[in-house]
């Protein structure tokens, strides 16, 4: 049995709800493009990065679009979604996210970020993280996204810990497999609560005890 020495979070919809504001940059895209996009489709980007978020969307467009066009569109949607993340503050950190990174650097557990966003160091700024985690690791710094494991594998690198003693938490479905196939452990929250391969299971971070997050029993 390996105890848990590094605890490495997902950023977008783990941490902070990041995941509306994508939602709603990606709508606004869609909607001046003429492209059906609703919340069913905007679940299949969780933790994919903005380019793959983008062919995705485009799956039901009418017309077909070049390179350009595609490069144009992301750097549009980025640009609204920059607007929507000047609104984040400390207080929009999600419930139970505070007290489970306060109880872990008690207990002396490495935290990480491992995110597929390249928006990353924006974001842990404007929620007063900047120089909270031992360890970044972001869009910015891997070539494959999740469910690719690099981003978590870079993460546990940086922090000097083995795969087999780090659990990851995620909230999507491709994080989750990334976790996976890193060779970690992984709670699962809120929609990707659903995913057959996470050790572990919680509607957020206030519903899990640090005992059953660094405990190695299976849900
Ligand atoms: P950006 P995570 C991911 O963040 C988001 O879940 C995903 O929706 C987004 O497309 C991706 O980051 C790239 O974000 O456009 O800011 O580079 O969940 O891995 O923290
Ligand atoms: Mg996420």
């Known amino acids: 049995m390996h ?15 990041t995941d509306e504001f ?14 059906p996009f609703d919340r069913e489709d905007n679940e299949r980007l969780r933790g994919v990065s903005r380019m793959e978020s983008l062919d995705i969307l485009l799956e039901k467009a009418l017309k077909p679009y070049s390179d350009a066009n595609k490069a144009d569109m992301a750097e549009r949607k980025n640009a609204m979604y920059r607007g929507l993340l000047e609104r984040l503050s400390p207080a929009d950190l999600l419930t139970g996210v505070a007290e489970v990174i306060d109880g872990l650097r008690l207990r002396g557990v490495k935290i990480a ?23 970044v690791a972001d869009g910015t710094h891997i070539t494959r996204s999740k469910p690719d494991p690099e981003v978590f594998t870079l993460a546990a690198h940086l922090v000097g810990i083995p795969p087999e003693q780090c659990l990851v938490v995620e909230d999507a479905h491709a994080g989750v497999e990334a976790g ?16 057959p391969s996470a050790t572990l299971r919680a509607k957020d971070l206030s519903a899990i005890s640090l005992d059953e997050m660094l405990s190695h029993r299976t849900a």
């Open 22 to 35: 994508h939602y709603l940059a990606w709508k606004e895209l869609a909607d001046a493009e003429g492209i």
């Open 180 to 195: 996976v196939a890193a060779g970690m452990r992984v709670l699962a929250v809120g929609p990707a609560a659903d995913h």
């Open 113 to 135: 970020i491992g995110s597929s966003s390249k928006n990353a160091s924006r974001i842990l700024k404007a929620i007063g993280l900047a120089d909270t985690f031992d360890a």
């Open 3 to 17: 105890k848990t020495a590094a605890v490495i979070f997902d950023l977008d919809g783990v941490i902070v709800s």
